[in-house]
Nanobody, 120 residues
Framework: QVQLVESGGGLVQPGGSLRLSCAASGSFFSLDDMGWYRQTPGKERDLVASITPGGSAEYADSMKGRFTISRDNAKNTVYLEMNNLKLEDTAVYFC??????????????WGQGTQVTVSS
């Protein structure tokens, strides 16, 4: 069983910053690509950023220059540093990981989500 546990969400004023963390735990062989998605009520879950085990990152256009994704492979943890937050960044943020259970089988796991609210 693999668990992804997010933390770091909360209430912040426009222009402020937050750092989200997502730690993977349980029994698995290795972690592959990890990423952050966000979702608002009535809308689909959209990609925010993703990162490979080697550290190559990709971002949604609206996050480039404001958000930074990183990971600590030794801690099985992925981070999302969010700066210059805007009202439209308000959403539930989810962590996603491609987890190798052994050399031949992988599965996708999601965290439970953490609320980020940007409000004055």
């Amino acid at each position: 069983q693999v668990q992804l546990v997010e933390s770091g969400g909360g209430l912040v004023q426009p222009g402020g910053s937050l750092r989200l963390s997502c730690a993977a735990s349980g029994s698995f062989f290795s972690l592959d690509d990890m990423g952050w998605y966000r979702q608002t009520p009535g809308k689909e879950r959209d990609l925010v950023a993703s990162i490979t085990p080697g550290g190559s990152a990709e971002y949604a256009d609206s996050m480039k220059g404001r958000f930074t994704i990183s990971r600590d492979n030794a801690k099985n943890t992925v981070y999302l540093e969010m700066n210059n937050l805007k009202l439209e960044d308000t959403a539930v943020y989810f962590c996603k990981a491609l987890v190798w259970m052994n050399w031949a089988r992988n599965s996708i796991y999601w965290g439970q989500g953490t609320q980020v609210t940007v409000s004055s």
